[in-house]
């Protein structure tokens, strides 16, 4: 029995989900996938569902792109893996050195690791240890943005404002500081917004930047909260203001990196150097799991010492694995070659007269468009809309992933403008019942 039946019984009895509450009814859907190609995943009944949302934001040039896979096989039989501490192999370094080149200026130190959280930890830690090397160890505070998501380990949840993802954990989550997200309230504007969210983080770092080491923000636009953006007049305060009381800016770019939000990185769109930045997600094109944490000389400084108090004792077994490093090699590639941001602001342009349509539906709240995100808000009774809505996809032929009420694209770079028009189309008629 090769049919969807057959590994959907087999996954539900031996695979723990992610993210999926576990009902007794087994109510919610679960697609066996067979085959990934383009933008398309088919399931072992041969049904086509378009990757509206690159599996989890990680897909940014297709499934199986010869380009990547090709490198990663060619990789594989030069040196599979092997540990970073100690040893250094090729692809590593020169990821580290792209990298670079390509961050905001002053960001030359990478340090691996395999996944979002990990990196936002990471970050977390070279952050107040560099503070606690440097003889300011009362600097270890954290602040973090109202609606925040960083990741679901424990010392990510610690500066993540979602709480359906936290309260099971309270006693485990050491609080931060929370501070005003520049999301625009009912009725304000995104100045507006920037502005009070800058006066209230101004009168925050004022009275505590002494015991605070960083503010990590997501820039431009807070995905796990609704795909909620902001003005990058805020990013630039909020680096004004870190720079001037001695806090660090953490700039989580694992979902806006790598040319989702129309530039490189979102940072760009305010001429913004973090002192550490997070990378991850469409870092491989979503082929291997790899994050990164690259951070400032001075940071890195910091940790020079014979002192062992002062070495940053972190790693994880695959840290700077070479074939998710080589993958990132070839996902680079691909942008320089194809001059990918380019032809994504030609591409986002074309695709936002294409959504005009399902903007304009009766149903559609804050229709939103940030580069190469497109989100809008569903106007619904409906009780549990976002498990609904999946549904629905799914028998149209769609991988639609809402956040409560939240509808949002984040398709493959590669998806064409037919396609994009038929997600419009199908989503559109989703709305219709919703
Ligand atoms: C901004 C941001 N930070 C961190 C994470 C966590 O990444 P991961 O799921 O790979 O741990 C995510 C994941 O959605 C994210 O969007």
Redesign the pocket.
């Known amino acids: 029995m090769t049919d969807n039946a057959h590994w959907l019984a087999r996954s539900r009895a031996a695979v723990w989900h992610p993210c999926t509450p576990l009902r007794p009814d087994d109510a919610l859907p679960l697609v066996p996938i067979a085959h990934a190609d383009g933008v398309w995943l088919t399931d072992f009944d041969g049904r086509r569902l378009f990757d509206a949302v690159s599996s ?2 990680v897909n940014l040039f297709g499934h199986g792109n010869p380009r990547i896979v090709d490198a990663v096989a060619a990789q594989m039989r030069v040196v599979d893996h092997v540990m970073l501490a100690g040893f250094t192999h090729a692809p590593a370094v020169e990821l580290a050195e792209r990298l670079a080149a390509l961050a905001p200026p002053g960001l030359g130190h990478a340090f691996y690791a395999s ?6 930890e990471i970050a977390i830690k070279m952050s107040v240890h560099s503070w606690r090397n440097r003889g300011l160890p009362q600097k270890r505070r954290i602040a973090h943005l109202a609606g925040s ?5 424990l010392g ?1 949840l610690a500066v993540t404002d979602v709480a359906i993802f936290r309260d099971a954990y309270a006693p485990l989550i050491v609080p931060q500081a929370r501070v005003e997200s520049p999301v625009p309230r009912d009725g304000e504007t995104p100045a507006a917004a920037a502005r009070r969210a800058t006066d209230a983080l101004e009168r925050y770092l004022t009275a505590e930047h002494a015991a605070t080491a960083a503010l990590i923000v ?1 820039p431009l636009v807070q ?2 909260a609704g795909m909620r953006c902001y003005a990058p007049e805020y990013l630039a305060n909020a680096r004004a203001l870190c720079s001037a009381h001695d806090v660090h800016l953490i700039a ?1 770019e ?3 990196g790598f040319g989702r939000t129309g530039t490189m990185f979102a940072c760009e769109a305010a001429d913004v150097a973090p002192d550490l930045m ?1 990378l ?2 469409g870092i491989t094109g979503g082929v291997l799991p790899l ?1 990164a944490v690259l951070a400032s000389d001075a940071i890195f400084a910091a940790f020079r010492s014979h002192d062992i108090g002062h070495a940053f004792l972190h790693s994880h077994s695959y840290t700077g694995n070479p074939l998710a490093c080589r993958a990132a090699l070839a996902v680079l590639d691909i942008f320089a070659a194809d001059d990918v941001i380019g032809a994504n602001r030609e591409r986002a342009a074309r695709w936002r007269a294409l959504a005009a349509p399902l903007a304009a539906h009766p149903r559609v709240r804050a229709f939103r468009q940030c580069g190469m995100i497109f989100a809008f808000d569903v106007d619904t009774g409906r009780d549990g809309f976002a498990p609904w809505c999946f549904g629905e996809a799914l028998a149209r032929g769609l991988l639609l992933r809402p956040i409560g009420n939240t509808v949002y694209f984040m398709p493959p770079y590669v998806t064409r403008d037919a396609e994009f028009a038929m997600l419009c189309e199908r989503t559109s008629g989703i709305l219709d019942s919703a």
């Open positions: 989890w934001w996944d979002g959280a990990s990196a936002t998501y960083h990741g679901e380990t990510a997501e995905g796990a989580d694992i979902m806006t997070c991850s997600k994050s």
